[in-house]
């Protein structure tokens, strides 16, 4: 039979919740902390002679935060054929321009109509691009906001994911983020401009996105009949709300 002090009972009961206390902690911490997560799909990987460079390879830390890398592999070859990797770099991705996009809702110019849309981003775009999303989100008439929704991406022309098209439009201007817009959801709302950022004939229209301070300006670069232009043919702007 064994007999335990008061003191040494206080003892060990104090020791066992402090280590419960710490273990409910790391749960809680572990349950909030984001998948540590690599997006090679996101990437652009080019190949030239025995070199292959991934460049702005997007990934996910356990806080959350988007982290961007280059990766260059060296390849060797053995007489017989066998290839080998002789060397690999990997290095920070060089920072994105990413204007003065800020993630907020926006009110809609005053007027007859008036609306709000959401404005939500950056988050991981192709090739390494930053993608901002915009979509109707309230108001008066949200139902005949303009437009209703869209995408556009941040980054150099050649690595949007509309680069082609935008090629074909003649569209050079590095004024602009690009992306496309999405249909209005009430098509009768007789709205000057609201039409070139519709769907023409199943086309979605090709839009441009700046902000300066709290204005966003959003241009349409397609007109009704679905054809792109290298100039914008319609233009809306909003404003940060705070």
Known sequence: MYTISI?????SLTKSVAILIGLSTCAVGSALAATPTVYAGSATITGSGDVVTATRIPVQAADG???YYDVTTTFGVTAAGALSVTSTTIQPSANLIISNFQAGTYASPAGGN???????GPGIGPAGTTAWSFNSNGGANPTCSYPYTATWY????SSNPYAT???TAGITSTDYSYGISGPVAEPSCSIPASAEFN???GVAPLIGATQTGNTLTIVSFT????KDHSVPVAEITYTLSP
């Open 65 to 67: 935060s988007i982290l």
């Open 223 to 226: 007109d009704t009949s679905g």
């Open 154 to 157: 941040t980054g150099p022309i």
């Open 7 to 11: 003191p040494t009972l206080r003892s």
């Open 114 to 120: 008036t609306w709000t849309n959401l404005l939500s």
């Open 165 to 167: 098209r935008l090629t």
């Open 199 to 201: 769907n023409a004939d």
